[in-house]
Structures are given as C-alpha cells and as structure tokens.
C-alpha cells in the first residue's frame, strides 16, 4: 500500500475529519470568501437573521472553523448582512482579535450623504477590502448617479465591490464594470442562477454578457441553496449541479472563479461538509492549477485581502 493510502485509511479509522482533510489536499490553501459572522445576543440586537429562525443564534469564526478547519480551511473574507454603518466597525472589531479573517467585505448606503465619509474611516484599515450592494440598487434609475460615483470611489480607495442580486441585475454589473474599469466587482452567490435543472434564459444571458469583462469575477457561493425542495437536503452529487458550474467555467474560465460557502446560510440547503465537497470535486477534475485559482488565487486577485 502506498504510504499515503495507508496514511488515509489510518486517519478515516482513528479521525473521521483528518481523513476528510486528508482527501480533500485539492490545494495548498483554501480562503472561503463568503461568511456571516454576528451575535444576536448583543444590546443593539441584529437587524438579521430573523429572530424565531435556525440562523437566529450567535455565529462567530470559532464556529465556522469547528465546520471548515477539518477540510484545512483557516481563513475567510466576511461578507456584512446588516445595514447598520455601526456593524463595519463590529466584524473590523472582531477581525482585530481572530486572525482566520482575512478580509471584510462591509456594506454602506451609495445614497447615504455620509458615504464618502463613512468609506474614508473604514477603508483606513487594510482588511476592509470593498462593500457589498444589492443589483436592486443598481438597476435603480434613481440611483443611478449615486451609484456611479461611489463605485468611482470604491476604485480610488483600491476596494472592490460585491453585488447580490437577480439575473436581472447581471446587466447592470456588466455597464458598471464598463463604466468604471478600475474597479474590481465579485458577482455573489452564482448570480441568483435558480435551480440547476431550469435555468432561466435571462441568466444565461446575463452570464454571457457579465463574463465578458474582465474586472468581473463569479463567487461561487450558494450552490446548494438554489435547489428547490426541502430544506437542508440539496443533492449531494456535483452532477445534478453541473448546468451551473459548466456553463459559468465555460463563461468565467479558470481565472475569474472564486470560492465561497455562505456559512452559515448554506445550512438551508446542505452541511458545510457537503457544499465544499461538490467544489471540491468539480474543480479538482479541472486540474492543480485550476484548484490553486479557484480556492485562493482568484479571490487574492479580486479582494486583495491580507496575509495574516
């Protein structure tokens, strides 16, 4: 038997999860560039998740690495849920004290008359790497000019931004990639692509004509929570997913892909064991060097994030 063989039987017999990060060496780091951290229990609350859900409980990065560190995962970029300005300044708080965050994505209002203010204070420190807006806000006539100046802002402070949105608004990112080309924008969580197995064309367009700027990456994130049925049993086989992840490789290419799990929101569909294991073998059948883009390099690219 060859001596990692053996190594691996010994670990699946004795521990369970060394075993998994054992078989799972598809790089030589990983960087989940897509969790949620916050603790409801705080005075002021939190303005999400809903209170009465299963994602109503505190989420800090020790939890999140009790689900990622058996798969060798030690480091994430935190992406804000809440529109709280004050919220920035808590994950930057609690990314001063747990070194497994290396970036934070924060979230500020481009219509907030504060904004440009509130961009300087937090872009000052170096693991604020850009903010996350909603495609709804992009495709808002109203908001239009608002938009194009904090975007321009974002480029000259080096941030990039996250958009979170419908196939609708996969347009919208396409004209602000053109309009600001300095700026570096991470589609989030697949681009809303819907379940695998009915794709709708107005995402598939969208995609096409996305991909075709080269400022533009795809996160990879929320794959299991596409799937229409019941909650926490999204299929388990990277096959069922492979009208996504196909056509985004086709589209995106080895250079403009990113990982992402969306923990601890992806409990909706599957376990952290599961959402990392479809990537895991997706791209492991593309190659060393797609691995290395994917699950690190492509995100350093994009976020610029921090060595810690």
Known sequence: MKRRHFLQSVAAASFPALAAAVDTEVATRVVDTHTHFYDPTRPQGVPWPTQGTRLYRPVLPADWLAQAEPHGIRQTVVVEASKWVEDNQWILDLA????????????????????????RRFAANPLFRGL?????????????????????????????????????????????????????????????????QSLKPAWREGIRVVAKCPNVWMKVSALVEQVKGAEGAAPTDVSYYLPILDYLWQNFGADRLIYGSNWPVSDRGATYNTVFGLVRDYFSGKGKEACEKYFWQNSRDAYRWIER
């Open 96 to 119: 001063a004290q747990e070194k497994s965050i290396v970036g934070f994505v924060g979230h500020l209002d481009p219509a907030d008359t504060a904004f440009d203010a509130y961009l």
């Open 132 to 196: 996350r807006w909603s495609g709804a806000a992009l495709m808002k006539s109203e908001l239009q000019s608002m938009v194009l100046v904090g975007a321009k802002s974002l480029a000259d402070h080096g941030l990039e931004l996250d958009v979170n949105g419908p196939p609708e608004a996969l347009l919208a990112v396409a004209d602000l990639a053109l309009a600001v080309p300095d700026l570096r924008l991470v589609i989030n969580h697949l681009g809303s692509s819907g379940d695998p």
